[in-house]
């Protein structure tokens, strides 16, 4: 009953809290603005991460307090962190952020995890658990980011990801953890109800960091002090495979074309797939199945098969295989990235929009083009353009 009562009262929460942090975001114009990386076509509301981390916190915490949890460190430090991240990605997405900047950021919640407790039970001497803990933590958290592109995805795929792990958890008799993660999984699925195609609100870095500090925080917990030993860690990075495999492929494709890993491009896999001829639901509905299939797998050898090292192994080693095959198909597709080809005649030039991105825009070769734009609350003090 805790277990429905954690999941339920994140989702209404959040079906209740979403239209209003919408209005406010509007009200603000905390917003996401249209560029050549981006999919969508007019300006939409930001902060929809903060109705999701509230709605999800709130329910965890009150769903804890029922069944009388102790509020140890671990769980305190889990909140503290998530609640960084949270701040972070608003700061992010209002002002702008340089990646080390960010990059530090994420750090500093990780390692408030990691030092409260979180990697405790993890079958690895403590040195190295501490440093595998951190790079998982940190490298979620920049895949969730980057899964942020298209409607639904990041919320969808968290939601697939928190049922895994609360399923992972009660295996292994970490009720606490599974509260968690079902309170996340219903915030998740609740914010689709306003997320999925087409989107009236987006997540924002606030959101997609919390989501990816979460699971990645949770994915830990579920499997400490797991029977299977070492082996048991693989069962996370099965589950969690498509954020990984996304990220794998965004990060080689930019190396390759000599780009830099935290510039925006249409490059992702969603993108991919719907170059293939999916609309943004059937892209979206796509990347669940995998995920789906990848999530049915790992409950399914950690439940049943916890024991058989070897199984765990190929059938990790098979699921990277596949999405290899995949990441080789769809690395074969063009790709729109934040250039434009010059036609004759005419020249590059970078408009800066309100939420600070660059837009390359054609313009005649002979004009000249110098602009500033008044400050509206909310937006950047000036808009520039200028040649390149």
């Known amino acids: 009953m805790i277990f429905l009562c954690a999941f339920g009262l994140s989702m209404l929460a959040v079906l209740a809290l979403t239209p209003a942090v919408r209005s406010l975001a509007t009200r603000l114009r905390f917003l996401d603005y249209p560029s050549q990386s981006k999919a969508h076509a007019k300006p939409t509301p930001l902060m929809g991460g903060v109705a999701v981390a509230l709605a999800s916190l709130a329910s965890a915490s009150a769903a804890l307090a029922l069944i009388r949890c102790p509020y140890s460190a671990r769980i305190v430090g889990f909140l503290s962190g998530g609640l960084v991240v949270v701040v972070l990605g608003l700061s992010d997405d209002a002002n702008g952020m340089r990646p080390g900047v960010k990059l530090a950021g994420q750090v500093a919640a990780a390692l408030v995890l990691i030092l409260s407790g979180g990697v405790d039970g993890i079958p690895l001497p403590l040195p190295l658990a501490y440093g595998l803990g951190l790079l998982w933590m940190v490298g979620l958290m920049n895949a969730f980011n980057f899964l942020d592109n298209m409607d639904g995805i990041t ?34 699925l ?57 990220a794998t492929l965004v990060t080689v494709s930019r190396f390759m074309d000599g780009r830099r890993l935290a510039e925006g491009g249409r490059d992702h896999s969603s993108h991919r797939l719907a170059r293939l001829g999916l609309s943004a639901r059937q892209t979206a509905v796509t990347i669940y199945i995998i995920a789906l299939a990848l999530t049915g797998a790992a409950v399914y050898l950690s439940r049943l098969q916890s024991g058989n090292t070897s199984l765990v192994v190929l059938a990790t080693l098979g699921a990277a295989a596949g999405l290899g095959f995949l990441g080789l198909r769809l690395f074969r597709v063009p790709v729109t990235t934040a250039a434009l080809q010059t036609v004759p005649g005419t020249r590059r030039v970078a408009v800066r929009l309100p939420n600070g991105e660059d837009l390359s825009i054609l313009v005649p070769r002979d ?6 734009s008044r400050r509206t609350r909310g937006e950047r003090s000036r808009e520039t353009v200028e040649a390149r």
């Not at 004009?367 to 500033?372: F, G, L």
């Open 190 to 246: 609740g914010f689709l109800r306003y997320n999925f195609s087409p989107a009236s609100i987006f997540l924002g870095d606030a959101g997609s960091l919390f989501l990816g500090y979460v699971v990645g925080g949770l994915s830990l917990r579920a499997v400490a002090y797991a029977p299977a030993g070492s082996a048991s860690l693989l069962i996370p990075v099965l589950m969690l495979g498509y954020p990984i495999f996304d």
């Open 367 to 372: 004009r000249v083009y110098s602009t500033a």
């Open 155 to 188: 919320s969808g795929l968290a939601a697939i990801a928190t049922f895994g792990i609360a399923a992972l958890a009660l295996g292994n008799g970490h009720v606490p953890t599974a509260i968690a993660a079902l309170s996340v999984a219903g915030g998740a």
